[in-house]
């Protein structure tokens, strides 16, 4: 049986196309399940799983809740607005103690870029990282090009490019990576105070032109405007931004194709994307939250599965 080549899932970066792979096969199976009318599986019955938010989070807490108890886990849930980390808990105690209640899996959103890779090292459970800062957010990445693989046929020679604020972004990174190894083309577009110095070495095309890259593109993803990882101004104003990195219906409709519409939400209508673009019938972007669970599920059933054959 194929399995996963890591214990846990930190990043894209740490895992190979086959892994992906096996990520995609998997959540076909459980996307199936979903849709039937009993949609709950015993595969995980034994396990705990504990989701710990240090950051807001909407979707991609939902998502996992509802991943793991459609495969029965038992879940606890842990946000750091009301915990001890407030009494100034560091994190291997609060995630020791979470853990000495025999918790297998832990999926943890961070404000510290590493935050997952430092757990991974320091405490006995399988990790997932639903966001590590501006670092990682790998399960957001194989949403993504899981969402493009079912809307066009195959990821590897599609053009996607990747809009807005690259710089504080940790699902361009995520999506970069991904995307790389299944053999699409990758551009990054923005202002260039919001794309990094070191884009050039990650082997992706940079356009500031939001018109051109729309009309090289067979994908466009939308990000949001990170302002709340910002201590300066990136850009002179939201007005400003919107005239030249946000779409509309008439610039859509003067490129030479029709595109494919992504955006990982929380949507800023009307700033790096109009209601009538979001809601038209070239976004997938409700489609990525379905596609979510399920692949979500895959992650967690095959991570699971991996410990279990190494207490064996
Ligand atoms: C993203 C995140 O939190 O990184 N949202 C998500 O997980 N769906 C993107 C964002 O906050 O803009």
Avoid at 82 to 106: A, C, F, P, Q, R
Wanted: aromatic content about 6%.
């Amino acid at each position: 049986m194929s399995e996963l080549s890591v214990n846990h899932l930190l990043g894209i970066k740490y895992i190979t196309e086959k892994d992906v792979e096996l990520i995609f096969e998997t959540a076909d199976h459980f996307k199936e399940i979903i849709n039937r009318s009993i949609k709950k599986v015993p595969s995980l019955r034994d396990i705990t799983i504990a989701n710990l938010f240090f950051e807001n989070s909407t979707r991609t807490r939902l998502s996992f809740e509802l991943a793991e108890k459609r495969l029965s886990a038992d879940v606890i849930n842990f946000s750091a607005a009301s915990s001890s980390v407030k009494k100034g808990e560091t994190l291997v105690d609060t995630v020791n103690n979470i853990l000495s209640m025999k918790v297998d899996m832990v999926v943890m959103r961070h404000p510290n870029p590493g935050a997952g890779i430092f757990l991974a090292k320091h405490v006995n459970a399988s990790i997932i990282n639903a966001g590590d800062g501006a670092h990682e957010h790998p399960t957001q990445a194989l949403l993504d090009c899981y969402s493009i693989r079912e809307k066009l046929g195959d990821v590897a020679g599609k053009k996607v490019v990747i809009v807005g604020d690259i710089l504080h972004s940790r699902v361009a990174l995520s999506n970069i990576f991904a995307l790389q190894k299944l053999g699409a083309e990758v551009m990054v577009c923005g202002p260039k105070t919001l794309l990094p110095k070191y884009i050039g070495e990650l082997g992706v095309r940079v356009e500031t032109n939001l018109k051109k890259a729309l009309n090289w593109c067979d994908v466009a993803n939308m990000l949001r405007v990170q302002n709340e990882r910002m201590e300066i101004s990136y850009f002179p104003t939201t007005r400003e931004y919107t005239q030249q990195f946000g779409l509309n219906k008439s610039l859509l409709e003067s490129l030479d194709k029709e595109i494919v519409i992504m955006h990982p939400g929380p949507i800023n209508r009307g700033v790096e994307i109009t209601s009538d673009v979001a809601d038209s019938k070239q976004a997938i972007i409700l489609n990525q939250v379905e596609n979510g669970v399920a692949i979500r599920m895959a992650v967690l059933y095959l991570l699971a599965s991996k410990m279990k054959h190494d207490d064996r």
